[in-house]
């Protein structure tokens, strides 16, 4: 028989918190609840230390007869996830392919440390924001990932991050070069701008409209400045007002525009900021390349096409590109 710390459904998520940083949740064995109740297993012979760390709560200690955690090894379906830092985020649909109770069970088995797992229900506003609702554990403000040995700190639910883009980051760093001008213009956290500076003497603007990612970029930058060899300046404004600065007319040798869904609609800032012979990374949707290099091809007489790579798989048959475009 497994003892179990039966408490009230409202305080069962800081009493599995606290369980699990104190090491006392019993992973062999399921979570169980019913209508009012939710059954904790905690590990055997800690009765003790659990009595001195929810001292704080009503609760019981009993005895209970709870179902064994599968092995991952075991699971049928493992749906597809973002790890970052100690907090799992899975998009909405995987439910239509697991229930809820599964999803928590299998994760767990798989990452037995995390603190909490949320649900992507959507992208919201200009800022591209991820609607999240957390399903199990307690509610984090902010994780900490890691990308090449680089630190970026999220605040979850105010910033645009997405995991599979640090590889590209790290490709755009290691293209660019020594002494180059740089601009982002569309930064987000900061996460091109940070892999250049790390790897090369140049001088990086960061761009973002987004508060929170405004300061997300210093914070960043202040996490990884001993990496630091190049320097970064940081801005928040609309991409479009750089129209009104004469003196970064023409004045970059590399610009970054990542804004997927509109990139296509600031052709003429990217124009106005970047030197003769600039190099331009667009980056576009589409359903194909022909498509994306069907919208680009009002622009040729401006600019020329050097490479195109297909970046992400964004929804089915609709990928993200990467159009690496020298001004004329
Ligand atoms: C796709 S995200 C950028 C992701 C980032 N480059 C990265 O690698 O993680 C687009 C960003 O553009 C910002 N944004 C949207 N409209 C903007 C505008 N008009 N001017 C400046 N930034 C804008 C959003 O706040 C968001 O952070």
Known sequence: MTK??????????NVLALLKKHGLLNREYKVSHDKEYVYIPIIQG????????LKEFEYELIDCLLEKRRKHRDHKYIPSYDLLGDIVV???????????????????DLHPHIKAIYIKEKTINEFRLPKLKLIWGVEVGSVIVKEYGLLFRIMLGKVYYNKRLSEEHRRIATISGDNEKIIDLFS???GFPIHIASMHKSFILANDLNPYAFVSIIDNILLNRKKLRGNIAVTKIDAKEF??????KEYFDRLIANLPHKSIEYMYVYDYLLRKNGILHLYIIGKSLEDVLERIGKYSDKWFLEKATRVLDYAPYTYIYRLDLVKR
């Open 90 to 108: 899975v998009r909405e649909n995987v439910l239509e392919n697991i229930s809820r109770e599964q999803l928590i069970n299998t994760l767990l």
């Open 243 to 248: 129209m009104n600065f004469p003196s970064l």
């Open 188 to 190: 987000g956290i900061g």
């Open 4 to 13: 179990c710390v039966k408490i009230y459904k409202r305080y069962a998520n």
């Open 46 to 53: 800690s009765d003790d230390k659990v009595h001195i760390i």
